[in-house]
């Protein structure tokens, strides 16, 4: 079955290290998303990207970084320059075009910083 | 900048009630309005989209209607069930594909 696989699901880092978030999708879909979830607060866009080799910022991009060398993939990279990591981060994908915008999601993925 | 409100914050409902659940946004400049339901530590599952033409979407017990005039969207939730349970939110599309604000999500209960 097509969708978007996440991992790890549960992920701790030291202060000082950086981490990343895979994710991967099976649906053919153009663009890719990283969100983040904190409690009592709306899902924040931390990056997204339309196509390979393309990527923008987002409204909390501050200490991430993303890579799209693939069409299937867009990983997160979680840098020691983010002050408050901890949180529970989804990746999500969407066609482009008419008929776009159903966003599908990954599991998610929740990080700790110890 | 688009904000989306959801109230309540959470909800608690007896079995087989009907329920509503409110979404209100300040842009009426929508592209979409999409309802979406998160069990705890999961992903989040489409539930209904209605695109800014539409005034609203049906799949079997969800009813979802959108009033861009008001700014304004509705789930309407036939019969609730104890699998109901989960947190609900919604999400205004403006400004293109990528323009996706999220409400905090109204998080319901349904008791059997």
């Known amino acids: 079955d097509g969708g978007i696989t996440q991992s790890p699901k549960y992920l701790f880092r030291k202060e000082g290290q950086n981490v990343t978030l895979s994710c991967e999708q099976n649906l053919n879909h153009d663009a890719m998303y990283w969100y983040r979830q904190d409690p009592g607060q709306g899902l924040r866009l931390i990056y997204y990207?339309?196509?390979?080799?393309?990527?923008q910022k987002g409204d909390i991009a501050e200490g991430y970084s993303v890579s799209r060398e693939k069409k299937e993939s867009f990983p997160l990279t979680v840098t020691s320059a983010q002050k408050n990591p901890t949180a529970f981060y989804l990746c999500?994908?969407?066609?482009?075009?008419?008929?776009?915008?159903?966003?599908?999601f990954g599991a998610g993925s929740r990080l700790t910083v110890l | 900048k688009q904000e989306v409100t959801q109230i309540p914050a959470a909800l608690s409902v007896p079995e087989g009630e009907n329920l509503v659940l409110n979404c209100s946004f300040t842009?009426?400049?929508?592209?979409?309005l999409q309802w979406f339901r998160q069990d705890p530590g999961k992903g989040l599952t489409s539930l209904l989209l209605i695109q800014s033409s539409q005034r609203e979407q049906t799949s079997g017990r969800l009813n979802a209607s959108l009033d861009k005039s008001s700014g304004r969207s509705t789930l309407y939730i036939a019969a609730s069930q104890p699998g109901d349970s989960a947190t609900y939110l919604c999400a205004a599309g403006s400004g293109g594909y990528q323009k996706v604000t999220f409400g905090t999500g109204t998080k319901l209960q349904v008791i059997p």
């Open positions: 990207s339309q196509i390979v080799n393309d990527f």
């Open positions: 999500a994908s969407t066609l482009t075009g008419a008929g776009a915008n159903v966003l599908t």
């Open positions: 842009d009426s400049a929508i592209y979409n």
